[in-house]
Structures are given as C-alpha cells and as structure tokens.
C-alpha cells in the first residue's frame, strides 16, 4: 500500500526539517522590530495554517462519509483529528510565547485567538465525540456532522483580522524584492518549514490511518498473516517484550 | 546568500534576550514532532501485541 513510499516521505521531511530549523534559525537575519523572537514565527505560522488545512481536509473527509459513505475517508478523517489537535495546540501556544515580549500579553480574547482556541476545542469535541460510540458507523456520521457544522468556524479565523480590529496582525505582505520589509531571505524558511510540517503531518496522517485499517480488519485473513508474521520477527530480538512490560 | 548571523554558540543560544521564548517554542514544537511519529509505532505495536494474545488464547481452546 503506502509502505514503499513512506521511506521516502520521512527522507524528505528529516532533509526539509533540518534545512527549515538552521535556515530559520540560523541564517535569517532578525527582524528590526521583533529582534530574534521573531523566529517563532517560523513554527507558528505553518502549524496554524496547517491545523486549519487540516480541518477542511476532514471536512472533504467527512462529506464523502454522509454522502457516499466511503469507509476509507472515516478511517484517514479519524486520523486527521489528533494531529490538527495537537497542531492547533502547538500554534496556539507558540503564538502566546511569541505574544509575552511582543505584545505584552501571553492571551487576549481577539477574534483570531478566540476563534483559533474554539478551532482546538472543536477538536477535541470531535474526538471525544467518536469515543462516545462502540459503533463503528454510528461514530463515523455522528463526527462527520460535527466537522461539517464546525467548518463554519475556518472563515472566522481566516477573515478575523479583516472583519475586526484585532491585536493580531494580519498576513504580512512577501515580497521579492531584497530591500522590502520581507524579502525572499525571511519568508524562504518559512515556507521550507511548511513544508516540513506537511511532511510531518503527512506521515503521522498515514502511519495513523494503516493503524485504523489494522483495527478495522483484524479478523481479516491478510491481518492475521501480518500478526503471526510480527510474531516471528520480534521473538528472537525480544524487542517488544520489556517496553509494553512497563506499560502495563 | 544567507550569513550566518551569530558569531558563537553561546550567542547563538542566547537568541538576542529572547532565549527563554524561542528555546521554550522550538520544545515545544519539538515535542509535537516526536509524539506525532511515535504514537502510531506504539499503538502498532500494542495493536500487535493485544491480538498476538488473543491468537493464542484461541488456538489453545
């Protein structure tokens, strides 16, 4: 299925990683205002858009489980929620540390924050709502509406700076020019490490959704196969064996 | 092209002043990385594990 190209995803997210982080980190010189905090930018901004490109990814997702009740997109719309989840709280998070110097404030109920918090919220209540259900099905349609009613929600964050006076400031303008106040040097890292994030996002997207299948088919032959396979593989190195012990 | 723009790793880790914002966000971006690849392999792995036990049990009635 996936196996064969997962090798090359990681690859290339590890070389993007690195390349974004020493670039950002590193080689862009600091902002004339913000100084070198501004470089929590690079992580904040690609986790924030992404939690939200996650969120309508979920809501495509969830249109196909009520419209055509496709099991394939329940399965990788599952996936998504723990991941925007945790993206959400990553860009919410480094945006009120990037706020305390900037701003003066780690919080402030703008619309952006406000609305990006409920984004987090919605979150959750997508997850606990699948939890909610033994029913395999009856989750899948039940959490596919709540997406659907929450994708409401995107537009706010996204037009929030536009329709209200908030603290935080909208999109800055990118420009090629080299004595612009954002040239190529500033934004270049900041799309490598959206791309990074993506990759990441991409590969725990996937990993996530082979674990669904695994659950959702363990009676099937091919499954059984793979178990009595894992068997032999982990007995002789007794890799598994101390690490759940522990869990246990 | 892009200069390097700290002349030693003691500057460098000192961030300008800012190092107690952008250490603390760079971990915490760190973290989700890790627990977003780790995750799945456990949960595989507990997957595997859980149903390897029930094999077992079943072939052994």
Redesign the interface.
């Known amino acids: 299925m996936t196996g064969r190209f997962l090798p090359w995803l990681a690859g290339v997210t590890a070389v993007l990683l690195v390349t974004g982080l020493v670039w950002g980190l590193l080689l862009a010189p600091p902002d004339y205002q913000m100084g070198d905090n501004y470089r929590i930018i690079y992580i904040h901004v690609p986790t924030v858009v992404l939690a939200m490109n996650s969120y309508l990814l979920m809501a495509v997702l969830s249109a196909a489980v009520l419209i055509w009740k496709i099991k394939m997109a329940d399965i990788v719309a599952k996936a998504c929620a723990p991941i925007g989840a945790t993206l959400t709280a990553v860009g919410l998070a480094t945006g009120s540390i990037w706020g305390i110097p900037t701003w003066g404030t780690w919080w402030i109920w703008d619309a952006r924050l406000t609305s990006t918090l409920i984004l987090f919220f919605l979150y959750i209540g997508i997850i606990a709502l699948r939890s909610a259900y033994d029913s395999v099905d009856s989750a899948a349609r039940a959490s596919a509406v709540l997406v659907l009613v929450g994708v409401v929600n995107i537009p706010i964050i996204v037009y929030s700076v536009e329709w209200w006076n908030t603290l935080h400031q909208p999109a800055s303008e990118l420009s090629l020019r080299n004595t612009a106040a954002n040239p190529p040097e500033i934004w270049i890292p900041a799309f490598i490490m959206g791309f990074a994030v993506f990759g990441v996002f991409l590969l725990a997207l996937i990993l996530r959704s082979r674990n669904e299948i695994l659950v959702r088919e363990r009676r099937a032959q091919w499954v059984l196969d793979l178990i009595r396979r894992d068997h032999g593989e982990q007995e002789p190195a007794n890799g598994g064996l101390h690490v759940s012990g522990g869990k246990a | 092209m892009?200069?390097?723009?700290?002349s030693s790793l003691g500057d460098?880790l000192e961030?300008?002043?800012?190092a107690l914002?952008?250490w603390?966000?760079?971990s915490?971006?760190a973290v989700?990385?890790a627990?977003?690849?780790i995750?799945?392999?456990r949960?595989?792995?507990?997957?595997?594990?859980q149903?390897?036990a029930r094999?077992e049990r079943e072939e052994q009635r």
């Open positions: 892009p200069e390097l723009q700290f460098f961030m300008g002043g800012y914002y952008v603390s966000a760079y915490i971006f989700f990385v627990v977003n690849l995750q799945p392999y949960a595989r792995r507990k997957f595997m594990k149903q390897r094999l």
